[in-house]
């Protein structure tokens, strides 16, 4: 059984289209990142997973449960993050998930969710008093209370520094590899996507346009080898009565894209220092999964 599974989900604001027939799977101790620019239909296509927004058309359940707007037969087992964290400003970090524990009719100990966030030197703190970063960890504490089987996390990374962005990294990868938990995220940092999920959605305009695992990336990134030498004109003549292809790229140098250049860029350094012209710089650049994300949105110009 799927622990995620949407079909044709939809949804419309007047005669706005937010998330427009949204079909995908995620089956159990799976980490799914979904990627999209701001306005692409990720906020709202996560409220809809939880029964917060209805969906114009399509359905989707949850936990081999059917979710419909106000439905909350999941919501014990499911941890989630929407949007900015809030809490209670007036009551201490501590009394905080006390509340939400008791008003979710949560299992566990909250100060097992304080060590785990990092948070024991400030349970006793009131909200107001808190970071950006400590609010964001504060919010992460109440979407794990009760050890669930699924997290819905919209941007679980946001306000925190360097060190906070691989804490929470190790945890969430953690809780997949050694409990099963699956979780489900948003995020527009692509670097930790790369590092963390074990599958990646793009969703552009409301639609779904490609899923990808992560372990296949590797193969759709476009990879380049970059030349430079002192002559680059006269390199650019001598590759070419070789069989390579290079093309001139402002601040790059010569560029060449075939496999044979990429694979053995010993053989290129070879052509060009027999002929005189030394290569002062030879890299295989591989394109990021930003770079990716953008070619395939069509932003990749802007």
Not at 12 to 34: K, Q, T
Not at 35 to 64: D, E
Not at 191 to 205: D, N, S, Y
Not at 208 to 218: R, V, Y
């Amino acid at each position: 059984m799927s622990t995620i599974e949407a079909v044709g989900l939809t949804k419309r604001y007047g005669r706005v289209l937010a998330v427009d027939e949204v079909s995908f799977r995620v089956e159990p101790g799976e980490i799914y990142a979904l990627l999209g620019l701001n306005g692409a239909g990720k906020t709202t296509l996560i409220r809809m997973l939880l029964g917060m927004i209805a969906p114009t058309g399509g359905r989707v359940a949850v936990l081999g449960a059917a979710v419909s707007f106000g439905e909350r037969s999941a919501w014990a087992r499911t941890g989630y993050l929407v949007e900015a964290p809030a809490a209670y400003p007036e009551l201490t970090v501590r009394e905080n998930l006390q509340v939400i524990a008791r008003l979710r009719r949560l299992p566990g100990s909250v100060d097992d969710v304080i060590d785990r966030l990092a948070l024991t030197p400030y349970a006793d703190r009131r909200a107001r008093a808190l970071s950006m970063g400590n609010l964001q960890r504060l919010a992460l504490a109440k979407a794990l209370i009760g050890r669930p089987e699924l997290l819905v996390l919209d941007e679980p990374v946001n306000g925190l520094d360097p060190a906070g962005v691989v804490e929470i990294r190790t945890l969430l990868a953690g809780l997949a590899r050694e409990h099963g938990v699956t979780v489900f995220l948003s995020s527009h940092l692509l670097a930790e996507v790369a590092r963390l999920a074990t599958r990646v959605g793009i969703i552009h305009q409301g639609r779904l346009i490609q899923e990808l695992d992560a372990g296949g990336l590797d193969e759709r990134l476009r990879r380049r080898l970059a030349v430079a030498t002192r002559d680059d004109a006269k390199a650019h003549a001598v590759l070419h009565t070789h069989g390579y292809h290079p093309a001139h790229d402002v601040g790059a140098g010569l560029v060449l894209t075939g496999e044979g250049a990429i694979a053995r860029p010993e053989e290129v350094a070879t052509v060009l220092v027999e002929a005189g012209v030394p290569p002062t710089k030879l890299l295989v650049e591989e394109e990021d999964l930003e770079s990716y994300f953008l070619r395939m949105v069509g932003a990749d110009d802007a």
